[in-house]
C-alpha cells in the first residue's frame, strides 16, 4: 500500500520556467512532510520541509505547498536552472512515535536549457 | 568533507553469502537509519536507531541486523543473502528523530 504516491515518473521543463512537482499522500496522520533531491550515484538530500500547521513554505527558488484537505502537495521551482535536473523524492512522516519516513517515487525532472 | 559514508559503494556476491555494509556519519547525530531501495525506485526504510531504542520495520527479515559499533557507525550485516536482496541500500542519520536526515551515497548490491 502507497501511502506516498508521486504518479508522474518524470516531467521536463524549459530552464527559466517553473517546475511543479506533485506530491498525494493517504494517511490523514502524516503532519510533516519532506522533499528531497537526488542525482545519479548520490544519496538525497534534504530540500525543504512543511509542517501540517502551515500550507505554504518557501526557501528561495523553492516552494512546497500543502493542501491537506486534498492529502496533496507540491513543489515549486522556479526559475528552473539545468543544475534542478535531478530525482525529486516526496516523503511524510507521523510526529512521536511513528519516527520514520515514508518515501513516494520520486520524480524525474529534466531542466532542458 | 563526508558527512555520511558507506562501504563498499558496490557489492557483488553470491546466494546464501553473508555480507556487511558499513556506514559511518561524522555530523556528531545521534540516530541512524538504513533503507532500501527497490527495483521500483522506492525508498523503504529498513531500520531507525539511536542510543536509545531501535525500530525495526516488520516487513524486513531477520537475515538483516543493524550494529552499531558507537555513535557515529551503524552497520547493517546480511546473512543467506537471497536474489530478492538486490537493491540499493541507503544510510542516513539526524540530529534527532524530528529532523532532516542526511543521506549517504549508496551501495549497490547484486546477488547473483
Known amino acids: 500500500d502507497q501511502q506516498v504516491k508521486q504518479n508522474s515518473p518524470s516531467l521536463s521543463v524549459q530552464e527559466g520556467r517553473i517546475s511543479i512537482l506533485n506530491c498525494d499522500y493517504t494517511?490523514?496522520?502524516?503532519?510533516?512532510f519532506l522533499w528531497y533531491k537526488k542525482y545519479p550515484a548520490e544519496g538525497p538530500t534534504f530540500l525543504i520541509s512543511i509542517s501540517s500547521i502551515k500550507d505554504k513554505n518557501e526557501d528561495g527558488r523553492f516552494t512546497v505547498f500543502l493542501n491537506k484537505s486534498a492529502k496533496h502537495l507540491s513543489l515549486h521551482i522556479v526559475p528552473s536552472q539545468p543544475g534542478d535536473s535531478a530525482v525529486y523524492f516526496c516523503a511524510a512522516r507521523v510526529s512521536g512515535s511513528a519516527r520514520q519516513l515514508t518515501f513516494g517515487s520520486g520524480t524525474q525532472l529534466t531542466v532542458l536549457p | 568533507d563526508t558527512a555520511v559514508s558507506q562501504t563498499p559503494k558496490y557489492l557483488v556476491t553470491q546466494m546464501g553469502n553473508d555480507k556487511s555494509i558499513k556506514c559511518e556519519q561524522n555530523l556528531g547525530h545521534d540516530t541512524m537509519y538504513w533503507y532500501k531501495q527497490d527495483s521500483k525506485k522506492f525508498l523503504k526504510i529498513m531500520f531507525s536507531y539511536n542510543n536509545k531504542e531501535l525500530i525495526i520495520n516488520e516487513t524486513v527479515p531477520n537475515r538483516f541486523s543493524p550494529k552499531s559499533p558507537d555513535k557515529a557507525h551503524l552497520n547493517l550485516h546480511i546473512n543467506s543473502l537471497e536474489l530478492g536482496d538486490s537493491a540499493v541500500y541507503f544510510c542516513?542519520?539526524?540530529?534527532?528523530?524530528?529532523?532532516?536526515?542526511?543521506f549517504g551515497p549508496g551501495t549497490r548490491l547484486t546477488v547473483t
Open positions: 494517511n490523514s496522520m502524516f503532519d510533516y
Open positions: 542516513a542519520s539526524s540530529q534527532d528523530w524530528d529532523r532532516e536526515q542526511y
